[in-house]
C-alpha cells in the first residue's frame, strides 16, 4: 500500500513523521506501522487542483495537512474503508493527491453515504470506484443538496436514468455544478451556437463536460468553430467545441505551434483539426513522437498526413509499430510480396490482423509473435520502404511521400 496509507498505533500516535505523499510506497499485503514522536502532526501533501479531465490543467501546490491524534484513526479507517471496497493502491492515491483532505473524513458521515448513493443509482461497483477516481469531490459534496438534486435534473433532461448515467460516467465532474443552473446556460448557448433542438440532448450527452465550462467561453468557442468552417451538425463539431471549451488559448497555440514545428503548414493543421479534433488533445511530446514516426520512418509527408489525420489517432506502441514489425518481418522472409494500402494495414480490427499476418505465419517464422508484442524493433529488419510507398501512396501527386 502506498506509504501514506498507514494504520496508526492504538495510544501511540502523538506524531507522523513528515513524508511525501507523492513518492513513498508500502506493500498492501501488510499494511505498516509508522514511527511517532512527541509533538503533534504535520504532513506535507502535494494537492493538486483538478479543473475538468484535462491533464495539463492539473497544477500542483503545496499544502500542510495537520493531524493530531486523534485523528489518526480516521485515517487508518480511510484507507480500510477502500481497501474494503476494492479500491487500488494506484486508485488510492490518485484519490489522496486529488484531496488530501479525505484522509480525515469520517468514514460513516462522508464517504459511505457517497459510495451507497452512487449504487442507488444503479451504478456497479467498479463504476463507483471509475466516477470517484475521476471526481474525488463527489466524496465532499452534500447528497441532499447536491449530488441527489443534480443527478434528478440531468435525469428529467436526458429523458432516462440511463443516459443520465452514461453522461455521468463520461464526464464526473457534471457534479461539481448545479445540474439545473448549468444545463440552462448550456442550452442557451448551444441555441445561440445553432445547434437544432432536437440535436441538443445528444450533443449534450455524448459531451457532458460542457456542463462544466463557462457559458461566456462556450459562446466565443463556438462562433469561432463556425467561423473555421465547421458544420454545426457534424460529430466533429461536437469533439472541437468540447476540446476547445476546456483548454485555454496558450495551451491550444502550443499545440499549433508543435505541428507546425513539425513542416505542417496553417492549412494542413486546420484540415487536421476539422478531420479529427482530438488530435489537438495530444501533449506536445506525443504529436511530435506521432509524427516524427510516420515521417522518418514511414516517410509519409506532411500533406499526405493532413488529408488522412485519422493515421494521427493510432496509438504508436499498442498497434502502429506492432503491425509495421509484423509486416517487415514477412517482408524480408519473403512470405508477402506486397504490402497493400497503409490504411488497410493500420485500420483492420486486431482480430482481423491477428488472423490474416499474425496466426497464419507464426509457426514458420519464429520471431513473428515477438514483433507483434513489440519485442523487436521496426528498423531492426532491412523493411523495402520504396515499395511500400509505391504500393500504398498510389493516389497521384498530392500523395507522393517524401525522398528517402
Not at 511517532?36 to 503545496?62: M, P, Q, V, Y
Not at 452512487?118 to 451504478?123: A, N
Not at 435534473?153 to 429523458?159: Q, R, T
Request: proline share 4%; hydrophobic share 40%; charged share 25%.
Amino acid at each position: 500500500m502506498l506509504q501514506y496509507l498507514y494504520k496508526c498505533q492504538r495510544n501511540q500516535c502523538t506524531k507522523i513523521r513528515k513524508t511525501s505523499l507523492f513518492v513513498q510506497f508500502v506493500s498492501t499485503r501488510s499494511g505498516s506501522n509508522i514511527q511517532t514522536d512527541e509533538s503533534k502532526s504535520l504532513i506535507n501533501l502535494r494537492h493538486r487542483k483538478s479543473h475538468g479531465l484535462s491533464k495539463e490543467t492539473l497544477i500542483s501546490e503545496a499544502k500542510v495537512l495537520q493531524l493530531d491524534p486523534a485523528k489518526c484513526s480516521k485515517v487508518s479507517a480511510v484507507i480500510e474503508f477502500f481497501r474494503n471496497h476494492g479500491f487500488s493502491a494506484t486508485q488510492m492515491k490518485k484519490l489522496i493527491r486529488l484531496r488530501p483532505t479525505l484522509l480525515a473524513s469520517n468514514v460513516d458521515k462522508t464517504l459511505k453515504p457517497k459510495l451507497k448513493f452512487l449504487q442507488s443509482i444503479g451504478f456497479s461497483e467498479d463504476e463507483c470506484r471509475k466516477i470517484l477516481c475521476n471526481n474525488p469531490n463527489i466524496f465532499l459534496s452534500s447528497i441532499v443538496k447536491q449530488l441527489s438534486p443534480s443527478f434528478d435534473s440531468l435525469k428529467d433532461f436526458m429523458g432516462s436514468k440511463v443516459q443520465a448515467m452514461a453522461a455521468i460516467k463520461r464526464s464526473p465532474h457534471v457534479f461539481n455544478n448545479k445540474i439545473s443552473h448549468s444545463l440552462k446556460q448550456t442550452v442557451q448557448v448551444l441555441h445561440q451556437v445553432g445547434i437544432p433542438d432536437y440535436q441538443v440532448p445528444e450533443f449534450i450527452s455524448k459531451a457532458p463536460i460542457i456542463l462544466t465550462i463557462n457559458p461566456e467561453k462556450m459562446s466565443k468557442v463556438g462562433l469561432r468553430l463556425k467561423e473555421m468552417g465547421f458544420d454545426v451538425t457534424s460529430p466533429a463539431f461536437r469533439a472541437a467545441f468540447s476540446l476547445m471549451s476546456l483548454l485555454s488559448h496558450s495551451k491550444m497555440e502550443r499545440k499549433l505551434e508543435t505541428y507546425r514545428s513539425m513542416g505542417f503548414s496553417d492549412g494542413e493543421i486546420l484540415n487536421i483539426f476539422r478531420s479529427q479534433p482530438t488530435c489537438m488533445f495530444y501533449s506536445e511530446e506525443n504529436i511530435r513522437a506521432i509524427v516524427a514516426f510516420y515521417v522518418d520512418r514511414l516517410h509519409l509527408s506532411q500533406s499526405f498526413l493532413s488529408q488522412r489525420p485519422v493515421f494521427l489517432l493510432r496509438s504508436l506502441e499498442r498497434r502502429v509499430i506492432p503491425r509495421c514489425s509484423v509486416m517487415q518481418v514477412l517482408w524480408s522472409r519473403g512470405i508477402i510480396s506486397k504490402i497493400g494500402k497503409l490504411s488497410s494495414m493500420l485500420m483492420i480490427s486486431e482480430k482481423d490482423f491477428l488472423e490474416k499476418y499474425v496466426t497464419k505465419y507464426e509457426s514458420e517464422v519464429l520471431e513473428l509473435l515477438a514483433a507483434y508484442r513489440g519485442k523487436l524493433k521496426f528498423d531492426e529488419y532491412s523493411f523495402h520502404l520504396r515499395e511500400f510507398r509505391q504500393i500504398s501512396m498510389s493516389k497521384g501527386p498530392s500523395s507522393e511521400t517524401k525522398a528517402t
